[in-house]
């Protein structure tokens, strides 16, 4: 079984920071890919930013300058920083994690809400 633990969701007002995690843990080859995902109320879930094994980023468009993507191999741990944050960022964020046999595992979401 693979577990994974998101943290550090809330509400928060517009241009502020959250800081979300996500660890895995459980049986699993090793992980090639961690990411955060996020679905807001009536939307598809899209990609917010992957980050892989050597540290290469990407994120969406969206959040480019303003989110931050790490992680911490011996921990099997994926952050996200977020910073200037606008309503529209409002949604449930969700981690995911690929292996390096493209197994794919998701958190169960963690919920932002920026409003004043």
């Known amino acids: 079984q693979v577990q994974l633990v998101e943290s550090g969701g809330g509400l928060v007002q517009p241009g502020g920071s959250l800081r979300l995690s996500c660890a895995a843990s459980?049986?699993?080859?090793?992980?090639?890919?961690m990411g955060w995902y996020r679905q807001a109320p009536g939307k598809e879930r899209e990609v917010v930013a992957t980050?892989?094994?050597?540290?290469?980023?990407d994120y969406a468009d969206s959040v480019k300058g303003r989110f931050t993507v790490s992680r911490d191999n011996a921990k099997n741990t994926v952050y996200l920083q977020l910073n200037s944050l606008k309503p529209e960022d409002t949604a449930v964020y969700y981690c995911?994690?690929?292996?390096?046999?493209?197994?794919?595992?998701w958190g169960k979401g963690t919920l932002v809400t920026v409003s004043s």
């Open positions: 980050i892989n094994r050597r540290g290469t980023t």
């Open positions: 995911n994690v690929r292996t390096i046999v493209s197994n794919d595992y």
């Open positions: 459980g049986s699993f080859f090793s992980i090639s890919v």
